[in-house]
């Protein structure tokens, strides 16, 4: 909700984010603001690149990691204009709730070809401290509902959403339940979401026509 509290009070036209652990790369502020000014752009991404220790390498993450923060600037009055929000029930995950939102809300949308993002393999973050089994098992329906959110509130708005993107969040949905049943975790929030994909035409003819 600190990301919230910046976006409702802060009087600049661009805001970017950047977690207390990690690193922006030089001139990135300027890289991504100039380009975002030029091009017109609500939303403009960049490359990141993620540090590996154990192999002491610094990788460059995938073109397609839409739904992170990293790399990223905002046209700040874009985002409450479309309502976009940080929601408040999710305590993990909210950037796959809000950057696929705020990527596919608007068409003035962008992509500069420059690494501006470092993001720090820190083992005592909230997100590493715990081994990979013990944080699904904490922290996964915060993922399954950000990205279930997110397609209620695409197809509520009316934004639209190509069959690739369709496809690849229901097959995300897909693996997270069924690792979820096996680390036999709780798995209520599956009527919620089959209830909301019955209801969307494009749903239905994706499946129709997988």
């Not at 590996?52 to 204009?81: C, E, M, V």
């Not at 709730?97 to 005592?124: C, H, M, P, S």
Request: charged residues 25%; aromatic residues 16%.
């Amino acid at each position: 909700m600190a990301r919230q509290r910046v976006i409702d009070s802060t009087q600049c036209d661009y805001i970017m984010f950047a977690d207390a652990d990690d690193l922006l790369m030089p001139r990135a502020v300027e890289t991504l603001y100039r380009a975002a000014v030029v091009g017109g752009y609500d939303i403009l991404r960049s490359h990141f690149i993620r540090e590996q220790p154990a192999q002491d390498l610094l990788l460059r993450a995938k073109d397609s990691t839409i739904t992170w923060f990293h790399g990223k600037i905002y046209r700040t009055q874009y985002l409450p204009n479309l309502g976009i929000k940080m929601p408040p029930y999710l305590r993990a995950d909210e950037d796959a709730y809000f950057n696929l939102v705020a990527w596919y809300g608007t068409e003035k949308r962008g992509f500069v070809d420059e690494t501006t993002y470092i993001w720090r393999d820190n083992r005592n973050s909230i997100t590493r401290r715990l081994n990979a089994q013990d944080y699904f098992i904490q922290y996964h329906h915060y993922y399954v509902r950000s990205q279930t959110e997110a397609l209620k509130f695409i197809f509520d708005h009316n934004i639209k959403l190509d069959e690739k993107v369709i496809t690849f969040t229901l097959i995300n949905l897909y693996y997270y339940y069924m690792k979820a049943k096996y680390y036999q975790c709780n798995v209520n929030y599956l009527n919620g979401l089959m209830s909301l994909l019955r209801g969307e035409p494009r749903i239905n003819q994706w499946m129709n026509n997988p």
